[in-house]
């Protein structure tokens, strides 16, 4: 399977937010701070799901703002769409879409894109992204204590599934997300998703052309994991880029019948 079944020009514009939300991240850094205070913290529920705070309107409108003009200008085609909507957001309607991403509510994305007449993928892929800098800056400020949560079967931070891990050369498993960024160790021989632990249930896909990645099967939950040698790819690789750059393993996966959708 060819592994360059990605268009450069949308990894250019992946790369592109990502530097973006980076910045956005520091910026919000302060911020986020003053929303987690010092209010304990529940080790067997992701953290973002115990924001105590809500993200604040104006800095979630700046965010939004400014990852719509990059993808704007990388897809001028769609600029129309994008000013339709995000130029009359209401403070209610942007905090629906802060609680929608937070919770993956894709019905309510799918029901907006048909209200106003736009791609179906457009208002999740704004939202998102532009929520991406609030979940990567919890990470940055939680990231000294992510190994004591126990959420099998989510990323401690922010509850996304895992999909990526990356080998190490004395073969332990570093997990990645590619939403928040989030790394952790995998702690056990076991699937990540179900928490089975018997060696038979679980296999290995390999990739002909491309020998430094693979997939781990879990026969009990029908789910994957993308295993990259650490070795193969730049150590400042941001997760959300490796994991578009190793799509091909999904497709690769998801035609051999496995992942939720397949279930």
Known sequence: MDSQVVANRYIQLQRALFNEQQSLKEQ????????????????????????????????????????SHIISDNEPHIKQDIYKLISELSDQQADQWIKAAIKYEMTYFHNLAKKQHVSDWLPHFLAEQAFRPFAQGIAHLHASIMTEFNVMGTCPCCGEPPRLGKVTRDQKTSLACPRCETQWYKQRLACVHCGDDKEENTFHLTIKEDESVHIEICSTCNNYLKLIDRSSYPETMSASLLDLQTIHLDFAAQEEGFGDDNY
């Open 28 to 67: 919000f850094l302060p911020h986020i701070k003053k929303m987690f205070g010092d209010n304990p913290l529940n080790r067997e529920v992701p953290v973002l799901m115990q924001l105590p705070r809500p993200i604040p309107i104006e800095l979630y409108r700046a965010s939004l703002q400014a990852v």
